[in-house]
T-cell receptor, first 113, second 112 residues
């Protein structure tokens, strides 16, 4: 089963509005990462938040982490049409001598101009 | 700087034909390498990962296999493709544990 699950599955907003996406996970984590994927392309890393951090900012992005609720949120402020993409959260699971990222099913964001 | 190359970008193959997708990384050594598959409109499913040459771990038993003949080369293969193998295949690497993944641009595979 997926470690991370995002909601909503799809979000449509007007340019200039804020977009909030949520992610829930099941097991304890070392960190949680958010990625963006433009249609038909690979994923691009946006931001990493460690388990001992509660909030992190990067430009128009704000990520929060609540380890007691096993949840995270990604806020994009003052959205632009170019923010249209799918957004995924991912958590790290240890496997043998390595680590793997487990991805959620993503939130498809549409920003209408 | 590090770069990742994945090819081909698109591929249409008949059922029963073989498959070979290649991924190479430049500018780093001993990367952790990953193959993911993404169904249309869905999340990523981890298929294989490798921590070193010849070391492959499989996440999901299926019609696919992976090999790592060189430190920075990761190959995804199949002897006989199934219709269900269609999807978007992504290669990724990371240099350090718990660090972000760097993805290639993916291969869109359609099995007909």
């Amino acid at each position: 089963s997926q470690q991370g699950e995002e909601d909503p599955q799809a979000l449509s907003i007007q340019e200039g509005e804020n977009a909030t996406m949520n992610c829930s996970y099941k097991t304890s984590i070392n960190n949680l990462q958010w990625y963006r994927q433009n249609s038909g392309r690979g994923l691009v890393h946006l931001i990493l938040i460690r388990s001992n951090e509660r909030e992190k900012h990067s430009g128009r992005l704000r990520v929060t982490l609540d380890t007691s609720k096993k949840s995270s949120s990604l806020l994009i402020t003052a959205s632009r049409a170019a923010d249209t993409a799918s957004y995924f959260c991912a958590t790290v699971a240890r496997m043998d001598s390595s680590y793997k990222l487990i991805f959620g099913s993503g939130t498809r964001l549409l920003v209408r101009p | 700087s590090q770069t990742i190359h994945q090819w081909p970008a698109t591929l249409v193959q008949p059922v029963g034909s073989p498959l070979s997708l290649e991924c190479t990384v430049e500018g780093t050594s001993n990367p952790n390498l990953y193959w993911y598959r993404q169904a249309a409109g869905r999340g990523l499913q981890l298929l294989f990962y490798s921590v070193g040459i010849g070391q492959i771990s499989s996440e999901v038993p299926q019609n696919l296999s992976a090999s790592r003949p060189q430190d920075r080369q990761f190959i995804l293969s199949s002897k006989k493709l199934l219709l269900s193998d269609s999807g978007f295949y992504l290669c990724a690497w990371t240099g350090q544990v718990n660090s972000p993944l760097h993805f290639g641009n993916g291969t869109r595979l359609t099995v007909t």
